[in-house]
C-alpha cells in the first residue's frame, strides 16, 4: 500500500447504527486530518492530530468522534448520525514541522457515507 | 464574506484550449497557495503549491498569484479530456494547520 488508504470507500448506515471509518497513511507523516466534503461545498475541516495529539476540533458535533492510535493510523467513529451527515469523508496527512503544517496534504479517497 | 470564492463551473472547453481558473479571498495573511485536482470518486491531488506572490510553471499548468489583488489562477495550456474533474483552490498562513478550500470549479474538456 502507499500513499494514505481509507475503509470502507462506501457505507450505508442507519441513524441508530454505530460505525467506524479508517484511514492509514503510509508516508511517513506526523499529522493527520478529517475533512468533510458535500456537494458544491468547500472542505470543511473535522479534526487534526499532530504526533498523536488533538490540536484542532472546528466545532464538530458530538456524534463524530476522532481517535489517533499511533502516527499512521486515524479513526472517526460515527453513532447516531444524522441524514444530513451523508457526505465523502476525507483523510489526509502532511508532515508537522514544529506546530506548523509547512508541507501539503496527501488525501486518501474517501469514504462515500450514506446516513438514511 | 466566504474567505474564498470560486466559481463552480461547469466549465466546458474544447480540447486544446487553454484553461483559466481563478479564487479570490479575503484574508491578508494567507502566505501558501494550492490548486488540487480531484476526479470522481477520488480524493484532491495536489497540482501546484506556491508560496507568496509570483508564477510558478510545471509542464501544462501554470499558477499565478497576485498577493496585491487577493486573485489566484491556474492555467491549463493544451487541455485533455484527461483534465477534466474539479480544481480546487486552497490556501494559509504561516501558522498551524487550518488550510481553507474554495468549493472547486468543475471542468470539462471535450474531444
Known amino acids: 500500500e502507499t500513499g494514505v488508504t481509507q475503509t470502507p470507500r462506501h457505507l450505508v448506515m442507519g441513524m441508530t447504527n454505530k460505525k467506524s471509518l479508517k484511514c492509514e497513511q503510509h508516508?511517513?507523516?506526523?499529522?493527520m486530518y478529517w475533512y468533510k466534503q458535500s456537494a458544491k461545498k468547500p472542505l470543511e475541516l473535522m479534526f487534526v492530530y499532530s504526533l498523536e495529539e488533538r490540536v484542532e476540533n472546528n466545532s464538530v458535533p458530538s456524534r463524530f468522534s476522532p481517535e489517533c492510535p499511533n502516527s499512521s493510523h486515524l479513526f472517526l467513529h460515527l453513532h447516531t448520525l444524522q441524514p444530513e451527515d451523508s457526505a465523502l469523508y476525507l483523510c489526509?496527512?502532511?508532515?508537522?514541522?514544529?506546530?506548523?503544517?509547512?508541507?501539503?496534504?496527501?488525501f486518501g479517497p474517501g469514504t462515500r457515507l450514506t446516513v438514511l | 464574506q466566504k474567505e474564498v470564492e470560486q466559481d463552480p463551473g461547469p466549465l466546458s472547453v474544447p480540447e486544446g484550449a487553454i484553461v483559466s481558473l481563478n479564487c479570490t479571498y479575503s484574508?491578508?495573511?494567507?502566505?501558501?497557495f494550492m490548486w488540487y485536482r480531484q476526479y470522481s470518486r477520488k480524493g484532491p491531488e495536489l497540482l501546484m503549491y506556491?508560496?507568496?506572490?509570483g508564477n510558478k510553471e510545471d509542464g501544462r499548468f501554470t499558477a499565478q498569484v497576485d498577493k496585491s489583488s487577493k486573485y489566484i489562477s491556474l492555467f491549463i495550456r493544451d487541455s485533455q479530456p484527461s483534465d477534466s474533474a474539479t480544481y480546487l483552490c486552497a490556501m494559509r498562513d504561516t501558522g498551524g494547520f487550518k488550510t481553507i478550500f474554495g468549493a472547486g470549479t468543475r471542468l470539462f474538456v471535450k474531444a
Open positions: 484574508n491578508s495573511a494567507f502566505q501558501y
Open positions: 506556491t508560496y507568496s506572490s
Open positions: 508516508l511517513g507523516h506526523n499529522a
Open positions: 489526509a496527512s502532511s508532515q508537522d514541522r514544529q506546530g506548523v503544517s509547512t508541507d501539503t496534504q496527501y
